[in-house]
């Protein structure tokens, strides 16, 4: 451990680095010219820009300037930094958390140390990689830039040693731009190009473009400028250059078609792509230019007529591909069309997956306080904490390395690392800490009570240091290893009479209120490992049930009845969460499933009573329809309609005998489930959470309809849409929201999110948690296989191809987006509904794999963009 610390800076040097400075000007522009000496910084460029030195926004480094400089490169791209110690070395910045931004970052080598070795190393953002930077592929340099929406309020953005040469950077700069341009259903989207259509040479950039986006000119020996000098109103969300917009190019032959069109090196590349567009010329009455849009012989917009001095951008709402890497956009004149298309400017962006999570937000801040506090200066304590793994800050361990939830904190050993001072308050912030360890260090003053109201903890280790004062109650309680040796002036109790010799472990009887907690955590242990429900009591309020009940009775049957219909409990159906399901029916002919409560639980009586008032409130087609139910003495029964295709689970596996549903049913289903939870979301009152939708409550009738059960967890929620906290633990162990670890409710999104579960096991038909792989959560793993670009891999394999590939790929997307881990992310259950109907348009539609059947959006300077409702 001693060996690992590398050095103690002074106090105020290092947290000169931990409080991230600032270096936004009023529009929230961050530039940083990288190696720029502090007493230079700030400078203003000669666009306006300030540049600051980049040196209090990361820890390491050395500076250098370039010796070559053949193209007279902006002053901003004349000095670097480059880092020789360290694999993984970060930035940190300051953003606005939700807010999206164009991130670039500019590295030119410039031979800045005449060994002519260009290097070649990785660019992460936060936990995931963002590009591989190559210098020696370049022979001025390179940008990267994306566009991106901050997870966070702290963006970090590291370059790490992949080989043995130095990675360096010469610029970082964050522009924010408008929060309705630039909308991907998932991803961030990294630039392939950006043109302006001129033979120009000149670059445009801020001021002239508001984002400081940078736009190339091109221009092709088979095309003809043509420009304006009035004015081209560039008044959309997008805000393109007013200068971009005045020259434009249409073909020369002006009955070809426009066509630009390039082979990518990554065949799975999934794109957007803007046109920007506006008529720069003075047509006759008679004349007219119109063209539609094209995307690898693909119509996706048209006709369309540009407009006199006015901007429209054409841009579709999801991300398409091209087949085998060979991509070709093209304007295509009308046959009504008397002069040739034209295009003014022109974006691609691919899509840029993050599927790693940023550690939780509250760990981060707090580990950044504690390094603050005691002025820990670790050459890879840089990034992000806990991923990726082979990363992570030493000294500490972390739960969930999954790629879709946040890591936690779990460890952190601070043991022998010269500490002084008292022990941090930031540390009760790791509220999901189970071991710290102090030990060995100069740590003063009393031990604080806020350890003893840390239940996570498990092991704490104060040993050796010269801590004084008694040891809180709380912290003597069970499960608790405490390790005190070696602090002379603390004791066990008040009566601080003799220093303790021995080590001690402190394991008191829990007091009544640990023990309380203890039992309820092993009670969501214990649900979560049985994959059944738990319940509490004063589920329902008694009185609406009575009421219910009395108004019912007409549904009601006897217990005889119950026997009779059964034929004396023949046929068992399955077991539910409180008791046997048999099968039954009523008057010799309607068949029906029982339920039937086990009498020796109590809390299963609860539940049932619930699940009976809501049943009767309840009516819509995809969800199971209650026939009635028994109600005498100890017999409780319920009585459903009988669904004979049985479980969707067993549809995709093809267990039980049962058939294998083809892909158009698979998103019927997927249709009709998300009815049956929008219903329940919002159409009826008061609204209500499932809490425990999964593949086996799902039901198929006769017509493979798909109809929802066990409403035995849902609860109603009252109010405004939001939910209420529960006090119920619910939910299925790989279904469950996972925000519901911390936040301890379950709201309509946890739904959305176990209706994300569902169709992903509906597209994959893989096992929602897979013990032995990595990869073990179904998220996981298709995150996993998407990165890898194995998306034929990742639809199930039973159904031989015999699908439409854009719609399985939107339905993939809609699932990944659904199972978001932050709620915030995932879509309502209308606009889940929403986007299955056009992926079933697609799928129905049969002409196969490249069918672009999308909607085409197009914004105006006068009319708002259309909302992206997904
Ligand atoms: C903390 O680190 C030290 C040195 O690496 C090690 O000896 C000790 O066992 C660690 N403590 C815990 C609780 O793992
Ligand atoms: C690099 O800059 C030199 C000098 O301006 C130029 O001749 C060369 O074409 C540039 N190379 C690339 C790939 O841009
Ligand atoms: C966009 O930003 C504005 C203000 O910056 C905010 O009022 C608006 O709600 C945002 N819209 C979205 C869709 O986030
Ligand atoms: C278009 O630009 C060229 C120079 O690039 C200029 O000579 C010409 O006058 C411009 N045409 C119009 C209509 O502004
Ligand atoms: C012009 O384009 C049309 C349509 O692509 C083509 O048939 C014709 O041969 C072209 N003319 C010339 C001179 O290239
Ligand atoms: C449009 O009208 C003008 C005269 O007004 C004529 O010279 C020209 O040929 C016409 N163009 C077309 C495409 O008809
Ligand atoms: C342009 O699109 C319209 C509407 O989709 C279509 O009718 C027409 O045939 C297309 N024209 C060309 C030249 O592709
Ligand atoms: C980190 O935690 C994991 C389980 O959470 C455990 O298996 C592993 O041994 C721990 N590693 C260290 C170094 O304590
Ligand atoms: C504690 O501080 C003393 C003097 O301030 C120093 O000699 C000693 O090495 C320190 N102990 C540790 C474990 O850092
Ligand atoms: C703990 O977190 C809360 C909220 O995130 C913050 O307000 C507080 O300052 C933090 N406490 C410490 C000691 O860092
Ligand atoms: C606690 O720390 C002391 C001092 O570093 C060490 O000797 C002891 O083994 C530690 N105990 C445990 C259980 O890690």
């Given at each position: 451990m001693d060996t690992s610390i590398k050095l103690l800076l002074g106090l105020t040097a290092v947290l000169a680095i931990i409080h991230i400075v600032q270096a936004q000007d009023q529009k929230g522009f961050i530039s940083l010219d990288c190696g720029l000496p502090s007493n230079e910084s700030p400078y203003k460029h000669s666009n306006g820009l300030w540049f600051y030195s980049d040196e209090k926004f990361t820890q390491g480094g050395k500076t250098g300037r370039v010796r070559e400089n053949p193209k007279g490169y902006a002053k901003q791209y004349t000095t670097l930094r480059y880092f020789p110690d360290g694999i993984r070395n970060c930035y940190n910045l300051n953003v606005e958390k939700g807010r999206r931004y164009l991130v670039r970052a500019i590295f030119v080598y410039g031979n800045y140390d005449g060994l002519g070795m260009k290097p070649v190393f990785d660019l992460h953002f936060g936990p995931n990689i963002w590009a591989t930077i190559d210098l020696e592929k370049t022979a001025n340099g390179t940008v990267k830039d994306m566009v991106h929406v901050a997870t966070s309020n702290l963006m970090q953005i590291c370059l790490v040693k992949t080989g043995k040469t130095k990675p360096l950077i010469s610029a970082l700069e964050l522009r924010p731009v408008g929060n309705d341009t630039y909308i991907t259903k998932s991803g961030s989207l990294a630039n392939y190009f950006r043109y302006y259509l001129s033979e120009s040479s000149s670059q445009i950039r801020y001021s002239n473009d508001v984002y400081d986006r940078i736009w190339n000119p091109l221009f092709m020996k088979t095309w003809t400028q043509i420009n304006t000098t009035q004015n081209v109103d560039n008044s959309n969300s997008f805000d393109t250059p007013e200068i971009a917009l005045q020259t434009a190019v249409t073909p020369t032959n002006s009955s070809a078609p426009l066509t630009i069109q390039w082979t990518s090196e990554n065949p799975d590349e999934r794109y957007y792509c803007y046109a920007h567009v506006a008529e720069v010329e003075d047509l006759q009455a008679n004349e007219t230019r119109e063209f539609n849009v094209t995307w690898n012989g693909i119509q996706y917009y048209g006709p369309f007529v540009p407009r006199r001095g006015l901007v429209d951008t054409i841009y579709t709402l999801s991300s398409r591909s091209c087949d085998g890497g060979k991509c070709r956009f093209q304007l295509i004149r009308t046959d009504k069309s008397t002069r040739p298309p034209l295009l003014n400017a022109w974006e691609v962006y691919t899509v840029i997956q993050f599927p790693q999570s940023e550690t939780d937000e509250s760990d981060v801040g707090a580990i950044k306080s504690i390094t603050a506090i005691y002025a820990l200066s670790r050459i890879n304590w840089q990034g992000d904490p806990c991923v990726p793994r082979q990363f992570r800050w030493d000294g500490l361990n972390c739960s969930n390395t999954d790629l879709f939830l946040p890591p936690r904190i779990t460890a952190l050993n601070l043991s022998s690392s010269g500490l002084s001072g008292t022990i941090a308050a930031a540390v009760q912030n790791l509220t999901q800490l189970e071991t710290l360890d102090l030990s060995n260090n100069n740590l003063t003053g009393g031990v604080p009570d806020f350890l003893g109201n840390m239940k996570s903890l498990l092991v704490i280790n104060l040993s050796r240091n010269n801590l004084n004062g008694s040891i809180p109650q709380a912290l003597q309680r069970e499960g608790l290893k405490l390790f005190i040796e070696g602090?002379?002036?603390?004791?066990?109790?008040?009566?601080?009479k003799k220093p303790h010799k021995k080590k001690i472990i402190v394991t008191i009887v829990a007091s009544v209120a640990s023990a309380a907690i203890v039992i309820a955590v092993l009670v969501l242990l214990f649900v979560l490992k049985k994959g059944k429900p738990a319940i509490q009591q004063g589920l329902v309020r008694t009185s609406t049930m009575n009421v219910t009940f009395a108004e019912k009775n007409s549904r009601k049957f006897t217990y005889p009845e119950v026997i009779q219909m059964t034929n004396n409990f023949q046929r068992v159906l399955g077991k539910g969460g409180f008791g046997m399901v048999y099968h039954g029916s009523v008057n010799g002919s309607e068949q029906v499933a029982i339920k039937v409560l086990s009498q020796s639980s109590t809390q299963g009586y609860k539940e049932f009573k619930a699940e009976v008032d809501l049943l009767l409130r309840v009516h819509h087609t995809n969800l199971v329809s209650l026939v009635g139910y028994c109600y005498e003495g100890d017999h409780l029964a319920l009585i459903y309609e009988f669904l004979p295709n049985g479980e969707l689970k067993q549809h995709l596996s093809g267990k039980g005998g049962r058939s294998i549903i083809n892909w158009s049913t698979r998103l019927r289903i997927a249709l009709e489930v998300a009815s049956g939870l929008e219903y329940l979301h919002i159409g009826c009152t008061p609204p209500m959470v499932h809490?425990?939708?999964k593949t086996a409550n799902i039901l198929l009738d006769d017509n493979l309809k798909a109809k929802i059960a066990d409403f035995g967890l849902s609860r109603s929620f009252q109010g405004g849409g939001e939910s209420q906290d529960s006090t119920v633990v619910a939910g299925t162990l790989g279904y469950l929201d996972p925000e519901y670890n911390h936040s301890g409710r379950l709201g309509e999104k946890s739904d959305v999110y176990s209706f994300g579960i569902v169709l992903l096991e509906m597209i994959t038909n893989q096992p929602v948690i897979n013990q032995t792989s990595d990869n073990s959560h179904i998220t996981q793993w298709v995150g996993f296989k998407l990165n890898r670009g194995d998306i034929v891999e990742i639809?199930?394999?039973?159904?031989?191809?015999?699908?439409?590939f854009n719609s399985a790929w939107r339905a993939l997307e809609l699932a990944m987006l659904c199972a978001n881990p932050s709620s915030s992310r995932r879509p309502s259950m209308s606009q889940v509904i929403h986007e299955i109907k056009e992926c079933l348009v697609c799928a129905n539609s049969g002409i196969g794999k490249n069918l672009e059947l999308e909607p085409q959006e197009i914004t105006s300077s006068d009319t708002s963009m259309v909302p992206m409702a997904r």
């Open positions: 602090n002379p002036r603390l004791c066990l109790s008040d009566s601080c809490r425990d939708v639809i199930d394999p039973n159904l031989h191809k015999d699908y439409d």
